[in-house]
């Protein structure tokens, strides 16, 4: 052993990454390292990830351990060659240097021949070795089948415990140090996860030995109880890390005179006992967690089960991704024979699962949770749940396997590396993004392994310090380097990593779907066109050869329309993938793109534009009413890349846009009705997509809609003036009136328009007439919103006025002057022509009209309060309104309309309360449902409460009435039932995907309780 009394220069210093080099100084004269050649030494520490920590600890160990100076006995030109293994792992973690010193008697592995051996792999203890070392501590024989600890009072549990972590530790400190001086940690990497693996699964039988000890002397009966743990996860797929939870589920088996709960019992309680002997922390702390929540029925299941209840509930009951879980399951302990069983039995349903309807997107739906899961605050820093993340290779890997696995059993392989070499294998993936694949993940897979191991903790997170970065940095490469890398080198690796990671699903997964029609180059993976259609089924295609024929349509050939095609449409996909009707989405994007290819725009803005694209898909996959009329509309696809081109129009606007189509083609009624309505179905789409993509609220969509509606109502009824007028002269002031909903504004997709028609005759005129021409403008104008035009107007909802609510119903003329409305109000009304006034509000005709005929409605309206009879016969009415016009076998829990805490609920309630208190309280005077609940609130009529229950109730009847317009263009006011239908209007109700049921859960819960403030207030307010 040489020496030197020469400190180390700063220089010499810095080279070897010290951060403090006075503290660096101090140390390298502390009395531990004397005789110690300090310029050697530092150069040794140059090996070291973090050279400040490995100091200070190799000072701590040499004073409980001083035999480990015998590592630095010769100096060679490069430091003390024998001591880089060790300065590597004090530098990499201190946890297990501070195991070496809490424990100086397991320092002997630091003087192994093969420590530092490029082949040291080929020494390592194999599986069998390693339950024969973790048993020989707790004082089991290996050999058994279900071995038992020798506990007694001299080695009690307790013992074998402490015993069997510290062994288990000791092992892994012999892992570390291999990894650590791996001359390629990459392609080392797999070894090491194994290791770890059956580090682990020795670990579990040990603990089990000693928990079947325990458990024998209580009850002796255990003995005959047979119990297997299955590995899943990175256990099960021997890829394990240095520190993660262990997750297994475990299944039993008693001899036939058994009693099944009873049998139940004694497994659950040797499962517990293994697990505490893991997790305990007397004398030795804890290993790590054991997590048996992926078992049937998770936390609420029993924690053992027999292999025929596992199979029963698999059969029955078990969701997709428990299915999934299953790839990676593997016996790891207890008894072997019925860890057999257990796969025997498992292993066949993962396949058959793979094929039902729906599978993938119950996958991507648990894969799009845990994105959402994800705190904000270190979402940037995951390197395992993150975009771009292990995860995101692990999910399309797994993906893959499941599609293609069913009838290709080379690709049931549990590791995800071995499975990305069998894809390229079976040339599912090509060999240059096998490469990448595999290239990522041992990368990412190399980061979360040096960042666990400095401290044994379970992160996934990038540290955010460049001291650890730092020390990231030199831990993930080789020793022997002769330049340190810096934080930001990882920050830069790490970032290209993530992107290139977050491309795979895209390339891998989608692009290999267009191998059958279009020309791809040699480098790319071809499919066979039964390999494409599993994936498009999978994914959930209901018609996979109709969609290859798009695919085909969409990029055949070499022009430029369909060489961008061929650039885009993997992406778009993966997009219409996650859509509730893929079939329908690629069938409209066809269209669309056949009558807008020639236009250079919009393949371009698709390209460009990801926001446009993905957009497009959404809408194209979950709304017939937007795809059916954007085919005919299509250049309004221009607004799908812009948000101002989607924001409000106001009613002023429209008019004037109005105004100068019908004064361009005065004189040409059927064209100017025509270009109205054309301006109307425009406005709607513009909404429909606005309100779809969440530019616009609610609140405002119903404005909007009522506004487009009014525009619409305006033009034509200057034309229907327009062609009356010009054959007998202007007679009559006109004036429409909109009532229900159009009248609150409030409307939704498809919405008719309830109407009433004032006239007054003009000085001079003729009475009779005057009211003749009041019923052909009344009825002209009915026409010209409704009726057919030529040319047609595709994919049109026309406008439908209902004039029902008028005096005296369809006995009545359609349209009254204003003395005849005054006298009918004044000697015949009925308390519901009352109510109905509530939302009276004029739309089109005569301004001066206007205000006369609100005037009298005022009165009206909000006149002397009902009298209690009056209000007897309005509750009356409600009742017969539930029982005569809810539909033949319609579940009134379900209807949205006029069912249980439904739209009519909340809406006569709050009309009930605006006749009652409507003269007294300004703030009730209103058409819009809303406006008048948050009245009733600052007037004290109601409670806060309870107006935010009926609030929350109607938002969401109206929002589920425009979902089902919007999905299936086809207007309803009955919740679905079906999955497919129930999912697309829940997502328009802004649930996330697969929430359907949770959906309908949360709708049945609103109405429930708005039927009971209803209930509570209706009945009961006089």
């Known amino acids: 052993m040489s020496s030197s009394t020469e400190p180390s220069t700063p220089r010499e210093l810095i080279a070897a990454g010290f951060q403090e ?88 592995i630091l003087f192994e021949d093969d420590l530092g051996n490029r082949d040291a792999s080929a020494r390592w203890p194999s599986e069998v070795e390693l339950r024969r070392i973790l048993m020989s501590a707790v004082q089991a024989e290996a050999e058994g089948e279900d071995p038992v600890a020798d506990l007694s009072e001299e080695f009690t549990a307790k013992d074998a415990g402490g015993a069997l972590r510290i062994a288990y530790r000791r092992e892994l400190t012999r892992v570390a140090l291999r990894d650590l001086t791996a001359p390629d940690p990459q392609d080392f990497l ?42 899943m996860g990175k256990c099960g797929a021997a890829e394990l890390n240095y520190i993660s939870d262990v997750d297994v589920v475990f299944a039993h088996r008693a001899p036939e005179d058994f009693d099944s709960a009873e049998a139940g019992d004694l497994a659950g309680a040797l499962a517990s006992g293994m697990a505490k002997v893991i997790m305990a922390s007397d004398g030795e702390p804890a290993l790590w967690e054991i997590d048996a929540n992926l078992r049937p029925e998770g936390r609420d299941g029993p924690l053992s089960r027999t292999v025929d209840s596992h199979r029963e509930y698999y059969r029955r009951w078990a969701a997709g991704w428990e299915f999934q879980a299953l790839l990676k399951a593997r016996p790891i302990a207890g008894n072997r024979a019925l860890g057999e069983e257990y796969m025997a039995a498992m292993g066949p349903l993962v396949w058959q699962a793979a094929a039902r309807e729906g599978f993938v997107q119950d996958v991507q ?84 392994h040096r960042i666990q191991m400095a401290d044994m903790r379970r992160t996934h997170l990038m540290p955010e310090k460049d001291s650890a970065l730092r020390a990231l940095a030199h831990a993930i490469r080789a020793p022997g380097q002769t330049r340190r890398s810096g934080p930001q080198d990882v920050r830069t690796d790490w970032q290209r990593v993530a992107r290139e990671v977050s491309s795979f699903h895209e390339t891998i997964f989608y692009r290999p779907l267009l191998s059958t029609t279009a020309v791809l180059s040699d480098a790319e993976v071809r499919l066979s066109a039964a390999a494409v259609a599993d994936r498009l089924t999978a994914l959930g295609f209901r018609d996979a050869d109709g969609a290859l024929r798009h695919i085909e349509a969409l990029t055949a050939g070499v022009s430029r329309k369909a060489t961008l095609q061929k650039r885009i449409l993997p992406m778009m996909l993966g997009w219409f993938a996650e859509g509730v009707d893929p079939d329908h989405g690629l069938l409209a994007f066809r269209r669309l793109s056949e009558s807008l290819g020639s236009s250079p725009w919009y393949l371009t803005m698709l390209r460009d534009s990801s926001v446009a694209a993905e957009r497009l898909c959404q809408l194209l996959t979950s709304s017939r009413f937007i795809s059916d009329v954007l085919e005919h509309l299509p250049e309004s696809a221009k607004w ?176 009254r002057s204003l003395e005849s409305y005054e006298e009918y109000y004044r000697r015949w009304m009925d308390v519901w022509e009352r109510q109905a006034l509530l939302r009276a509000r004029p739309v089109a005709g005569s301004d001066w009209l206007a205000v006369d005929f609100m005037e009298l409605v005022d009165d009206v309206r909000y006149g002397s309060p009902p009298s209690h009879q009056q209000l007897t016969e309005i509750r009356r009415i409600k009742a017969r309104v539930e029982a005569e016009r809810l539909p033949r076998g319609a579940d009134s829990s379900r209807h949205v309309k006029l069912g249980r805490g439904g739209l009519s609920d909340v809406e006569w309630l709050v009309q009930l309360y605006q006749l009652q208190h409507g003269h007294d309280h300004g703030l009730l005077r209103g058409t819009n449902t809303l406006q008048v609940l948050n009245g009733l609130v600052d007037t004290g009529l109601m409670s806060p409460k309870d107006a935010q229950i009926l609030a929350e109730a109607w938002k969401l009847c109206t929002k589920v009435r425009s979902g089902i317009m919007i999905w299936s263009a086809k207007t309803a006011d009955v919740l679905p039932s079906s999955r497919r239908d129930l999912e697309a209007v829940s997502r328009w109700c802004g649930f996330e995907p697969g929430n359907a049921s949770e959906f309908e859960d949360y709708y049945l819960r609103t109405t429930r309780r708005a039927r009971q403030v209803f209930e509570q207030h209706f009945y009961s307010s006089d």
Request: some cysteine; aromatic content about 4%; hydrophobic content about 45%.
């Open 365 to 448: 739906a648990m894969r799009r949770r845990v994105f959402a899961n994800i705190p904000h605050r270190t979402a940037d820093r995951e390197i395992k749940l993150g975009r771009g993340g292990l995860r995101d290779i692990e999910f399309t890997v797994q993906l893959l396997q499941l599609v293609h696995g069913r009838v290709d059993e080379a690709l049931r392989i549990r590791d995800t590396l071995s499975a990305i070499e069998a894809l390229g294998a079976g040339e599912y993936v090509s060999s240059k993004d096998q490469e990448a694949m595999s290239r990522c993940y041992r990368q990412l897979r190399l980061y979360e």
């Open 190 to 231: 797999p070894t090491v996860a194994r290791q770890l693996a059956d580090l682990a699964s020795a670990a579990i039988d040990a603990a089990l030995a000693v928990s079947r000890a325990q458990l024998i002397e209580r009850r002796p009966e255990a003995g005959g109880i047979e119990l297997t743990v299955i590995g």
């Open 21 to 108: 080099l006075e503290r660096a100084q101090k140390f390298l004269a502390d009395p531990q390292l004397k005789n110690l050649d300090a310029a050697a030494l530092t150069r040794t520490l140059h090996d070291a990830p973090d050279a400040d920590q490995a100091l200070l600890l190799l000072i701590r160990l040499l004073e409980r351990a001083p035999q480990v100076k015998e590592l630095f006995d010769v100096a060679e030109d490069s430091g003390y060659s024998r001591a880089v293994p060790l300065v590597r792992l004090l530098g990499a973690s201190q946890a297990l240097a501070e195991f070496l010193i809490r424990h100086p008697d397991q320092v002997e």
């Open 640 to 815: 799908l890349g812009d948000d101002e081109s989607l924001a409000p129009r106001s009613f002023e606007t429209l008019w004037t846009e109005m105004k100068s189509a019908l004064h361009r083609h005065e004189g040409a009624s059927h064209t100017a009705v025509r270009l109205a309505r054309l301006i109307r179905q425009r406005e709607q789409l513009r909404i429909a997509i606005a309100d779809s993509c969440g530019v616009r609220d609610q609140q405002k969509v119903g404005a909007a809609l009522s506004d487009v509606d009014r525009v619409t109502t305006l033009g034509a009824l200057r034309v229907a003036e327009e062609e009356v007028f010009e054959a007998e002269g202007r007679l009559v002031d006109f004036l429409v009136i909109a009532m229900g909903r159009q009248g609150g504004r409030e409307i939704s997709y498809g919405s008719d328009m309830d109407a009433m028609f004032v006239h007054r005759p003009v000085p001079n005129a003729d009475k009779s007439a005057a009211d003749r021409q009041a019923q052909k403008l009344a009825q002209r104008l009915t026409q010209l919103l409704s009726k057919p035009v030529k040319p047609a107007i595709r994919g049109e909802f026309a406008l439908q006025l209902d004039a029902d609510l008028r005096p005296e119903g369809k006995k009545g003329p359609l349209s």
